[in-house]
């Protein structure tokens, strides 16, 4: 069975910075493009960045480019979203998401697999 587990989520003041860590299992890690989207209260969720099989291209959505950081680690089937310069609009439950082909898309229709969420709070 597929799994993806998010980790390091939590509350920070706006300025600071959180990594957020996916851990999966049940899948070949290294044949799958990996990603993070987030939802916030009342709103669809969101494509935040991804990152190809290899890692050797990364994908960003204009509101985190330059501040956010998408990496993997094929070794530690993991995956890692550094977070800085948090805003108040980042405020968001954060998902771990993979898809099977070496592609990126902005769409999470797509997207084969979804971890639980985790909660990022950014306070004024």
């Known amino acids: 069975q597929v799994q993806l587990r998010e980790s390091g989520g939590g509350l920070v003041q706006a300025g600071g910075s959180l990594r957020l860590s996916c851990a999966a299992s049940?899948?070949?890690?290294?044949?799958?493009?990996m990603g993070w989207f987030r939802q916030a209260p009342g709103k669809e969720r969101e494509f935040v960045a991804g990152?190809?099989?290899?890692?050797?291209?990364?994908d960003y959505t204009d509101s985190v480019k330059g501040r956010f950081t998408i990496s993997r680690d094929n070794t530690k089937n993991s995956q890692y979203l550094q977070m800085n310069s948090l805003e108040p609009e980042d405020t968001a439950v954060y998902y771990c998401a993979a898809r099977g082909d070496n592609r990126v898309v902005m769409s999470p229709r797509t997207w084969a697999y979804w971890g639980q969420g985790t909660q990022v709070t950014v306070s004024s």
């Open positions: 049940g899948l070949p890690f290294s044949s799958y493009t």
């Open positions: 990152i190809r099989r290899s890692g050797s291209s990364t």
